[in-house]
């Protein structure tokens, strides 16, 4: 295949000071779970990006000093030489590929906790922290700050020691504490690094000039700013200081790397945002600077990458969620392969892994975070190690990943799906408000599949353990979901809830098949995570009057892990949603149930005509049960192995289910010298001292 001329654009090289991108395509800063301690992790994971035609690779944030320590969150170091050799593992990685690499230097200030180094977090002025954390920042003095200037000069010199070919100056969220000195909310200094905005940027015009002294004949120097923060006359904004700050430095950097403020206004998800949202507060920019810009905007359509460089909006496409859903989609554009990129859903699972200290994960990507770990690459996959046909049961993420990816090793492959349309819980859940791009975990895989003349695909398939023992199948991978409980069983009540069985109490699966209900409807969500509110969002968008009950402190509450939260919370009340906090179901009438604190205990009663409960998942394993007590028969039909994967085996979210039908196809066959320990450990080597 060949590229659309249509794109061109998109291979020219890019100047940055004294270094040269081969192409627009420029994977941003983002964090990914991993950091200084998991080094090798974090080099191959950026180096399948470089592999994929990635003109620039960034670290995460890269803390330069002890009095910014992010524990327990992983993100990159440069505290001395030792955190040299771990990110010049990354940057030689990245050169292997001809793609630059680039460091974001970084000091949160008063948003670094400092729970492992106990030193006192620095501010412009004395403050309360960020984070919610039982401390406050000190104010800095004159030597402070002449102390962080040689702390970041210093931090500058050992990422060209790494041989980085970017080096950034950061103020890119409200955690960092260069742009606490920009905001005049936390800047309440009176001296010349506060007050007007003259002198609150004066710190980030002296550490520019600094980093460009000491690093700029070699590396580039790049600012990383937020033109914007979301806050009107309150905030920085594109309109009034964002702008005023662009025109003071628009020269000095060598590259100005823009985006909107805080991190979950940063990567909004899909449920709140389109392709390209951020263009409204970044497309000044260009237009006071001659230097390059990089903008970011969960880009995913190549028309739409093309439309902003030849609109003047950007000159770089900046990405961190695209690159990780598919660390090759430059790749496939120049080669002409467009329908093959995995396509960001923005669903912001990769965050989680941060805020969950763990490495990164993907919905789309499986192999993300395990490129040193498992040795799994993002395309290539090993072929078939014997000649077995597989039966995959269940087209839900898990079945499309597992039938895909064992096509793609050469298997051939039967598909069976009950329902007549392919893509289980996807096709329910992404018919939900603001869910509509999650489909494309479905239409990725089926396209692929559809490819592939050694899978065979049959839709309103149910099949029994009789049928299956038939076939003459040599494995079998059942991946049949699992489906709502509708009787409070869940995180919080391990027996039905009183009043459960009545036909006027529902699941979830109810409303995802489209189902109405009429009068007043209270929702449970004993689950915490995305799926309760969105219940209650559709029954009120349908015109029920909504009471939503959560056993938790807040709505939704694991979706701070996806950054969505507030928005979710905000949504729910904006709507008129009736919302109850850390209360439970005590028992459900006929038309009232009752609910109980859950701190007092106080009871009190809520009318509710029909009631949904969002607690948990029951596994679809009759399937798996019935075969797995069948040794004989198994045996008799020449089936050497049945496996389940996905929901009917734990049920959890969608990425999970990916990974798992992932995992099977690629250990199908494969050797596993330990299976107690089917991945590879980074350890700490230990020198002994003489």
């Not at 309109?239 to 628009?250: K, Q, T, V």
């Not at 389940?644 to 959890?652: A, F, M, R, T, V």
Request: aromatic share 6%; proline share 5%.
């Amino acid at each position: 295949m060949t590229r659309d001329s249509r794109y061109d654009v998109l291979f020219e090289p890019v100047r940055i000071g004294p270094v040269t991108a081969k192409n627009r395509f420029y994977q941003v800063p983002h964090c990914n779970g991993m950091g200084f301690n998991l080094p090798q992790t974090h080099a191959s994971m950026r180096e399948a990006k470089a592999e994929g035609g990635w003109a620039v690779i960034c670290t995460e944030e890269c803390m330069i000093h002890p009095t910014s320590d992010y524990s327990p969150e992983p993100q990159a170091r440069l505290w001395d030489e030792n955190d040299v050799k771990y990110l010049a593992l990354m940057v030689d990685a990245v050169h292997k590929h001809d793609a630059l690499a680039g460091v974001q230097l970084a000091h949160n200030g008063v948003g670094a906790q400092n729970h492992f180094t106990r030193m006192p977090s620095l501010a412009p002025s004395d403050q309360a922290a960020v984070e919610s954390v039982p401390s406050q920042g000190r104010g800095m003095n004159k030597k402070d700050i002449r102390e962080f200037r040689r702390w970041h000069r210093d931090a500058a010199l050992r990422a060209k020691r790494a041989d980085a070919d970017i080096v950034y100056v950061y103020a890119g969220h409200d955690t960092t504490l260069l742009m606490h000195f920009l905001s005049a909310r936390r800047n309440q200094r009176t001296d010349d690094y506060g007050g007007s905005l003259e002198n609150r940027v004066r710190l980030f015009r002296e550490v520019l000039e600094e980093t460009k002294d000491a690093v700029g004949d070699r590396c580039a120097v790049a600012v990383r700013l937020a033109v914007d923060e979301l806050l009107g006359p309150q905030g920085i904004s594109c309109d009034g200081e964002g702008r005023e700050i662009i025109e003071m430095l628009a020269e000095l950097p060598d590259l100005w790397d823009i985006n909107v403020s805080n991190w979950e206004n940063d990567s909004l998800s899909s449920r709140f945002s389109e392709e390209g949202f951020q263009e409204p507060y970044v497309s000044f920019v260009k237009k006071l600077t001659t230097k390059p810009v990089v903008g970011v905007g969960r880009f995913t359509s190549p028309d739409t990458m093309v439309s902003q460089i030849k609109r003047g909006v950007i000159d770089m496409i900046g990405a961190a969620r695209p690159s990780i859903a598919d660390p090759f989609l430059p790749k496939k554009i120049e080669e002409g392969r467009i329908e093959e990129i995995r396509e960001c859903i923005g669903c912001n699972i990769c965050a989680s892994g941060q805020l969950t200290f763990s490495p990164m994960r993907c919905t789309q990507n499986p192999s993300v975070g395990e490129e040193w770990r498992r040795n799994w690459h993002a395309e290539h996959i090993p072929a078939k190690g014997s000649e077995d046909t597989v039966l995959v049961v269940g087209a839900g993420p898990a079945g499309l990943e597992a039938a895909r990816a064992l096509g793609q090793r050469g298997y051939a492959v039967t598909l069976a799906e009950a329902k007549k349309e392919f893509g289980g819980r996807i096709v329910k859940e992404s018919r939900l408000p603001g869910l509509n791009a999650w489909a494309r975990v479905r239409d990725w895989r089926i396209g692929r599949i559809q490819q592939m003349a050694n899978v065979e695909t049959y839709l309103d398939s149910k099949l029994t353990s009789d049928e299956i023992l038939s076939f003459g199948f040599q494995r079998v991978i059942l991946a049949t979901g699992a489906h709502w409980r509708a009787d409070g069983i869940g995180v919080t009540n391990w027996k039905p809830i009183p009043g459960s069985d009545q036909d006027h109490v529902f699941s979830p699966e109810y409303i995802l098949d489209g189902g109405k209900l009429e009068g007043p409807v209270v929702v449970f969500d004993d689950d915490n995570f995305y799926i309760g509110a969105i219940i209650a969002e559709k029954l009120k968008e349908n015109g029920n009057e909504v009471t939503f009950i959560t056993t938790a402190s807040e709505v939704s509450p694991w979706t701070s892990n996806t950054l969505e939260q507030h928005r979710i919370q905000t949504r729910i009340l904006e709507m008129g949603i009736n919302v109850i906090t850390s209360h439970n179901i005590s028992r459900i009438k006929r038309s009232e149930i009752d609910i109980r604190c859950g701190y007092t205990e106080k009871l009190n009663t809520v009318v509710a005509a029909n009631v949904v409960m969002v607690t948990s998942r029951q596994p679809d394993n009759k399937l798996s049960i019935a075969l797995a007590d069948d040794k004989v028969d198994l045996n008799a039909a020449g089936i050497s192995s049945v496996t389940s994967i996905g929901d009917c085996l734990n049920p959890s979210t969608i990425a999970v289910a990916v990974y798992d039908g992932h995992r099977i196809a690629r250990e199908m066959d494969a050797a596993q010298e330990n299976p107690d320990m089917p991945f590879r450990r980074e350890k700490i080597l230990i020198e002994k001292s003489i």
